[in-house]
């Protein structure tokens, strides 16, 4: 089974839904992150935390906002979806525990987001 | 400003050569280096890192080599297989300052041909 899985893998919604992507994850580190992938360009962080009760904004967290449920759940939401929200997201985990690789960071599936 | 830049958006090469990927930064608080793998449809795979106080890595076929004067990290694979076809990523983070984000260069499409 896959350490790091994201639901939806794939969505087509139209401008002004409100529409959240899910990340669990079984691998029990404490570190999560969300990126976006357009095509052509590298991964761009939107926001990531570090545990539950720590949310912070990457590079391009406008129009997005995200929720860390428990240690192994972490949801993006974009309450109000326009087409330059089309885009691969990528949900990641890293390993902050003593000796733990925290510059490692593994990475789901990934869900292909369409805005019409 | 792109602070990881990978200059080569495509590489061909033949089945058994080497194959050289290379990855430029400009952010001198970059300490810690890694390379990803993503094939069509899944997520980035973690490859292979290096620490800036190393100036190689070796795993298996996979070696990276970092030269911290010029700013500039390579990926060779060597013998090169047609699996190892796919996009890869170079991605650096400034762990000594506290940072644990990664920031990613835009990829190198490699393919390899039988």
């Known amino acids: 089974d896959a350490d790091v899985t994201q639901t939806p893998r794939n969505r087509i919604t139209k401008t002004g839904k409100r529409i959240m992507l899910e990340c669990s994850q079984t691998?029990?580190?404490?570190?999560m992150y969300w990126y976006r992938q357009d095509p052509g360009l590298g991964l761009q962080l939107i926001y990531y935390?570090?545990?539950?009760?720590?949310?912070n904004k990457g590079e391009i967290s406008d129009g997005y906002s995200v929720s860390r449920q428990a240690q192994a759940k972490f949801s993006l939401s974009l309450e109000s979806a326009i087409p330059n929200q089309t885009a691969l997201y990528f949900c990641?985990?890293?390993?902050?525990?003593?000796?733990?690789?925290?510059?490692?960071?593994?990475f789901g599936p990934g869900t292909r987001l369409t805005v019409l | 400003d792109q602070q990881v830049k990978q200059n080569s958006p495509s590489l061909s090469v033949q089945e058994g050569r080497i194959s050289i990927l290379n990855c430029d930064y400009t952010n001198s608080m970059f300490d810690y280096f890694l390379w990803y793998k993503k094939y069509p449809a899944e997520g980035p795979t973690f490859l292979i890192s290096i620490s800036s106080i190393k100036d190689k890595n070796e795993d298996g076929r996979f070696t990276v080599f970092l030269n911290k004067s010029a700013k500039h990290l390579s990926l060779h694979i060597v013998p090169s297989q047609p699996g190892d076809s796919a996009v890869y990523f170079c991605a650096a983070s400034a762990s000594g300052a506290g940072s644990y984000q990664l920031t990613f260069g835009k990829g190198t499409k490699l393919s390899v041909i039988p």
């Open positions: 990641a985990t890293s390993d902050a525990s003593p000796g733990g690789k925290t510059d490692t960071q593994y």
């Open positions: 935390s570090f545990d539950v009760k720590d949310i």
């Open positions: 691998k029990g580190h404490d570190r």
